[in-house]
């Protein structure tokens, strides 16, 4: 068959006569076609979604209420307000500007001050330096921070120093959020080590933070004061130009039950990513109900 023809029965009359006359259907050339392309798209037909415009919103809640005033608001990053006087201050710049846009800032909730220190069975430790003038009592400093074993920790030598926290962020479609240190954020005193940060889907994977830090000079202090930039949360949308809303959610039965679901499965399967598609499935179709309170707004 030459390149380019393509062969087609003729009709119904001439494929009765041919049987009739005991020959083979006749076959005609339909159209010599020199170039072909084939275009193939997909398009996301589910009532609601597929939104391309408008800003994503992004729901956040604490997951304990018990003591939960002392955890402060994730608030924007925003540099603007510090120069408004001169048209070419960098903090007007638009790149600037939107790239803070999508960065929040999660306050530390109470006064840090340790030290890491080896008992006499050489075991990992915290001392907390404070002494008798710390705000928190040690045994609730030792309910929320913590050592990981030493068995867990990354690099030989680093101790990994975690803190337990009830943030949980949700969105009703895709978005991943990052965990970042507060890079923007100057501090007198720095951290001997790095923040261990991480990247997810919170429509498909909410879960309540942890910030985990690798103490890279053990010899030295880590301190942090209640109030100071504990770290950032980036969230990267669909399309990328999208803004982010961040509104407080209500914690509705829908929300618990999912959260449930998903809750714990670290400690079965060593790879949580591989449950996504599952736990997509088994999804409400939506998570997000915003919190009214007095004087409330979306960020």
Same mark, same amino acid.
């Given at each position: 068959?030459?390149?380019? &023809?393509?062969?087609?029965?003729?009709?119904?009359?001439d494929?009765?006569t041919a049987? $009739?006359?005991?020959?083979?259907?006749?076959? #005609?050339? #339909? +159209? +010599?076609?020199? @170039?072909? *392309?084939?275009?193939?798209?997909? !398009?996301?037909?589910?009532?609601?979604?597929?939104?391309?415009?408008?800003?994503?919103?992004?729901?956040w809640?604490?997951?304990?209420? %018990?003591?939960s005033?002392?955890?402060?608001?994730?608030?924007?990053?925003?540099?603007?307000?510090l120069?408004?006087?001169?048209? %070419?201050?960098?903090?007007?710049?638009?790149?600037?500007?939107?790239?803070e846009?999508r960065?929040?800032?999660?306050?530390?909730?109470?006064?840090?001050n340790?030290?890491?220190? #080896?008992?006499? *069975?050489? /075991?990992?430790?915290?001392?907390?330096?404070s002494g008798?003038?710390?705000a928190? #009592?040690?045994? *609730?400093?030792?309910?929320k921070l913590?050592?990981?074993?030493?068995?867990?920790?990354?690099?030989?030598?680093?101790?990994t120093? $975690?803190?337990?926290l009830?943030?949980?962020?949700?969105? @009703? !479609?895709?978005?991943?959020?990052t965990?970042?240190?507060p890079f923007?954020?100057?501090?007198? @005193?720095?951290?001997?080590?790095?923040?261990?940060?991480?990247?997810?889907?919170?429509n498909?994977w909410?879960?309540p933070l942890?910030?985990?830090?690798?103490?890279?000079d053990?010899? /030295?202090p880590?301190? &942090?004061?209640?109030?100071d930039?504990?770290?950032?949360?980036?969230?990267?949308?669909?399309? $990328?130009?999208r803004?982010?809303?961040?509104?407080?959610?209500?914690?509705?039965?829908?929300?618990?039950?999912?959260?449930?679901m998903?809750?714990?499965?670290v400690?079965?399967?060593?790879?949580?990513?591989?449950?996504f598609e599952?736990?997509e499935e088994?999804?409400? !179709?939506?998570?997000?109900?915003? *919190?009214?309170?007095k004087?409330?707004?979306?960020?």
């Amino acid at each position: 068959m030459p390149a380019g &023809i393509d062969l087609t029965p003729s009709s119904g009359a001439d494929r009765a006569t041919a049987a $009739q006359e005991g020959k083979s259907p006749v076959c #005609r050339p #339909r +159209q +010599q076609v020199d @170039d072909m *392309k084939l275009s193939v798209s997909f !398009e996301d037909t589910r009532e609601g979604s597929g939104r391309t415009s408008g800003p994503v919103t992004v729901g956040w809640f604490l997951n304990q209420q %018990k003591g939960s005033i002392i955890y402060g608001a994730p608030t924007r990053v925003r540099s603007v307000d510090l120069n408004r006087k001169h048209a %070419k201050s960098a903090s007007r710049c638009p790149a600037v500007i939107n790239m803070e846009s999508r960065h929040f800032v999660i306050p530390c909730p109470f006064d840090i001050n340790v030290g890491f220190v #080896r008992d006499d *069975k050489g /075991k990992p430790a915290l001392r907390n330096l404070s002494g008798e003038t710390s705000a928190i #009592r040690a045994s *609730k400093l030792g309910e929320k921070l913590h050592l990981a074993s030493e068995a867990e920790w990354r690099h030989a030598d680093v101790p990994t120093l $975690q803190l337990a926290l009830p943030y949980v962020f949700v969105a @009703d !479609e895709p978005v991943y959020m990052t965990q970042l240190a507060p890079f923007m954020h100057y501090t007198r @005193d720095p951290w001997p080590g790095t923040l261990f940060g991480g990247r997810f889907p919170i429509n498909v994977w909410p879960r309540p933070l942890m910030w985990a830090f690798e103490w890279h000079d053990a010899t /030295k202090p880590l301190k &942090i004061n209640r109030g100071d930039p504990l770290f950032y949360v980036a969230f990267e949308t669909t399309p $990328q130009d999208r803004s982010v809303a961040l509104v407080e959610a209500e914690v509705t039965p829908e929300l618990t039950d999912y959260l449930e679901m998903i809750s714990g499965a670290v400690n079965y399967v060593n790879q949580t990513f591989s449950l996504f598609e599952a736990a997509e499935e088994r999804r409400p !179709e939506t998570l997000i109900t915003p *919190k009214t309170r007095k004087g409330s707004s979306a960020e």
